[in-house]
Nanobody, 117 residues
Framework: VQLQASGGGLVQAGGSLRLSCVASRMIFSVFTTYEMGWYRQPPGKPRELVAT???????HYADSVTGRFTISRDNSRKTVKLQMNGLKPEDTGVYYC?????????WGQGTLVTVSS
């Protein structure tokens, strides 16, 4: 399984970014069995949950991003996206896509998001 994340970059506070992740080499029927998520690791801090979404599109968000971020998935394209609006400097970090299954979790390579004040 390979998770390819993209869309990170440098943005000013208040701006927006959209992250994308595609689960290449994962067939459709398997993709639908995984909960997909975005996690981030701020500088000098441990990795933390940002948002997750089940196969039937039930989403869960960290309190810090609720109302600003939106997670979505397209099962037919095996993709998950994270729309980030109203970005704050504290949103800075490396964002990781994850596929969480019953017995294993796959991680993408991470994409850097930097929010300047």
């Amino acid at each position: 399984v390979q998770l390819q994340a993209s869309g990170g970059g440098l943005v000013q506070a208040g701006g927006s970014l959209r992250l994308s992740c595609v689960a290449s080499r994962m067939i459709f029927s398997v993709f639908t069995t995984y909960e997909m998520g975005w996690y981030r690791q701020p500088p000098g801090k441990p990795r933390e949950l940002v948002a997750t979404i089940t196969s039937d599109r039930v989403a869960h968000y960290a309190d810090s991003v609720t109302g600003r971020f939106t997670i979505s998935r397209d099962n037919s394209r095996k993709t998950v996206k994270l729309q980030m609006n109203g970005l704050k400097p504290e949103d800075t970090g490396v964002y990781y896509c994850a596929a969480v299954g019953r017995s294993n979790t796959y991680w993408g390579q991470g994409t850097l998001v930097t929010v300047s004040s």
